[in-house]
């Protein structure tokens, strides 16, 4: 008869938490590799490396938190806006190797909406069916959707002097399109622009104004004792690694699954991509939204988004010049377009009033649905 332990007990207990749960996805990884070795269907591979990505991009966000919370509310508020998209970018730098820009862009729009929309709409749902509203900080929350406003106009730029002075904007449906050497030096001028604000932004919400940003709040159980520095460190690059091979294997087989299920590689990066690489952090903002916790779930959503059109749409930017066929120009398609500068005017009135129901929660993935619909048949 076997026996169990009361550290076993914890962790069965925790991985069937709200916080747990993606650990239960990875012998998924594993079995991602040894289809990508056996040269299995392409979407065989595709399903289980899209999966595989959410246990390493939630243990690389629990060693970021592990570090922050012995690093200081500065440090440690620096660490996790800095890794909070890493799955993210990580995923966006190898199909930007493989030239498939277009994929990338459409995973920018794409994590832009599904935190606006989807994850906020999700947490704002599950928040209030059980509340008949619920309040969060109004300030910090219209600070954020204001930066990511600002960055909307940065972001549209390029495509406007593209429709106005340039054969126009990219087919959805398009792998790559070298744009003229004017719009790629306008792109990275922008990029630059995008990066300084971000950096501005680090100094607003972790130096001079870090209270709206950082207030207090009960520690959550994580299951089991707190990591220390070199745990946390290891954990950290371990999951890095693993989320790098997770990515490479995911992006080669974007193409070829897209095609088998029918589907435009388009509406793959704007809504499949978006959304495995950042499911972990989704989870968590419903998580406190269910806890009561709204503002906590809000500032996840509304700076998350902040931060791929601040920080990750730039770097990805200057790091074509690098790698991959050429340079990719911050040129959106009207798709994208109209769903982002729509998606965050909307972010932007919600914000402002500092409370939520549940149907305005249903009203945001109401529109989503709309979004991917709209997607689907591009």
Known sequence: ?????????????????????????????????????????????????????????????????????????????????????????????????????????????????????????????????????????????????????????????????????????????????????????????????????YAAGLLFSLKTHKDLFNPSHEEDDHGGEPWTVRRSVIMLAGAGVAVGVMSEILVSSITEASESLGLSPFFVGVIVVAIVGNAAEHWVAVYFAMKDKIGLAVNIAVGSAAQIALFVAPVLVLASFFIGPFPMALVFNGFELGAIVLAILIADEITQRGESTWYEGLQLLAIYAVLGLTFFFV
Do not use: C
């Open 1 to 197: 008869m076997t026996t169990q332990t009361p550290e076993t007990t914890t962790k069965r207990s925790f991985l069937l938490t709200g916080e747990g749960w993606p650990y239960l996805l990875v012998p998924l990884i594993p079995v991602a590799i040894v289809l990508e070795l056996v040269h299995a269907d392409a979407v065989l591979i595709f399903a289980a490396s899209a999966l595989g990505v959410i246990p390493t991009a939630a243990l690389m966000g629990r060693a970021t938190e592990e570090l922050a919370a012995r690093s200081g509310p500065g440090i440690g508020g620096f660490l996790n806006v800095t890794f909070g998209n890493a799955p993210e970018l990580i995923i966006a730098l190898f199909a930007l190797n493989a030239g498939l820009h277009e994929v990338v862009k459409a995973s920018v729009a794409g994590s832009i909406l599904g935190n606006i929309l989807l994850v906020m709409g999700v947490s704002m749902l599950a928040g209030g069916l059980r509340r008949d509203r619920q309040f969060f900080e109004a300030r910090a929350a219209s600070a954020q959707s204001l930066m990511l406003l600002l960055a909307t106009v940065a972001l549209i730029m390029p495509a406007i002097f593209e429709l106005i002075s340039g054969p126009g904007l990219p087919d959805p449906t398009a792998r790559a399109v070298n744009f003229p050497a004017d719009v790629k030096t306008l792109s990275v001028g922008v990029a630059v622009i995008l990066l300084l604000s």
